[in-house]
């Protein structure tokens, strides 16, 4: 029997361990703390199949100078941290141009859209149902400029990829959400993605799954991971665990470790923020504020409060700005009551330049890569395990895998 361990106990690397054990393998999820406390706790929790074209570098001069003077609350950024950035950014830059754009979409698009299938073979057997909803989420929007141009776009992708959604005007709106305290120029409705009420519990749900189905879960540090004759081994709680494949899952912390194996991963890293609120008066289904790039998502935990993306190196300092505009922006819409956590949660989008998640062998044998999955690892977690598994079978026909492959990347 073919025996892997698998590093990291996200979305990403739990649906890594149960693809694995389904091709028949013996594995070995280790992580230095439960299945899910991480990135993969502090989400949204969309299962995202209307996002086909995924978040581009701006091109335009407009959108640049918004950025760079921090004008909006979709990107913030400090000036000490540019020197670490400069390289990644450059890349995603370069990466966002209309030709090589266009070549992520195609293979992006098709990834996205059978999320909610891939997720749906592991959320019934796991006992998950409770928490997904099925019910879509808005984009609302403030300006009736914005709103007109979003459904137009709407219209685009509908065309293009069959992504589904109904354009809200502003009685619409207000009838489908009686608690928004106030009018709004319209909103899109994303019909077709599911969200949950809990992400990091739905990732252990997973790992329970994996462990029913016969998976060993353990706990240890992935920085210990050394070559074992052909194999590979890491240091757990419970001893050395060894084993003919190692899968890297280790979302934003991948980096780290590959380095010490002559990797220089180019990593955009977007941190985000969240806080909760108790209420009950808050948004019926998830809802993104546009005009100030703020999520309010309906959580088992309360009312999920959501920024954008700060650009920060690891061990960056907390920056307060966006998660203070966007609970003020959530206030103006909704009664929200203290928040529930003395200070925001913060983790960060494992982001690749070239927008794809990087799945597949590395230089050294049976070392395999599976990470950068930006802003929808919570959504692509199960499908690109899927084909991570298909690869490691010596079985992979897929077109889809080429693209992601690390020998597509010239940094690999
Ligand atoms: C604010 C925000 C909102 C988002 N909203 C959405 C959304 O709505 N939909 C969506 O699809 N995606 C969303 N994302 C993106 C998504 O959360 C991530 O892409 C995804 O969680 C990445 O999963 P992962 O398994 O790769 O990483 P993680 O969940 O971070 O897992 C990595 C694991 O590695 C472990 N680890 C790290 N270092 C070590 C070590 N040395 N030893 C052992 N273990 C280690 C960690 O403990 C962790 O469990 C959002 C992200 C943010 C920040």
Redesign the pocket.
Known sequence: MTTSIV????????STALALQEAGHQVVL????A??????????????TE?VEPYAFPRSMREIASVALRRGNDVDWRLRDLPQLAGPLWRYFSRSAPAPYAETVATYSRLVLRASVDHARYIKPAGADELIVRRGWRAVYRSAAKYEAAAINAERLKNTYGVQSEVLGPSELTASEPALRRRLAGAVHWISPW?CRD?GEL?ARYAALFAARGGALAR????TLAQDGAGWRVISQDGAVTAQNAVV??????P??LKRFGYNVPMVF?????RHFATHDGPSI?MLDVDNST?I?PMNAGCRV??GAHMAPPGAPVASRQIRRAVDAACELFALSAPLEEVPW?????CMPDMLPVVGPSRQKGLWF????????????PTTALLLAEQIAGTSTNPLAQPLLPSARNWA
Do not use: C
Request: charged content about 10%.
């Open positions: 590093l990291g106990a996200g979305m990403v690397g739990v280790i992580d230095r703390n299945p899910g406390r991480e990135t993969s706790y502090g989400n949204a929790g969309i299962i995202q996002a969200t992400p990732v240890g540090d992935a920085t899952a280790l979302g934003p912390w991948s780290i470790l977007k941190r985000g923020y969240h998830s999520v998502s959501l920024t913060s983790g960060t989008r494992p599976h990470f950068g999955h930006g802003h929808q690892g919570f959504t692509l977690g």
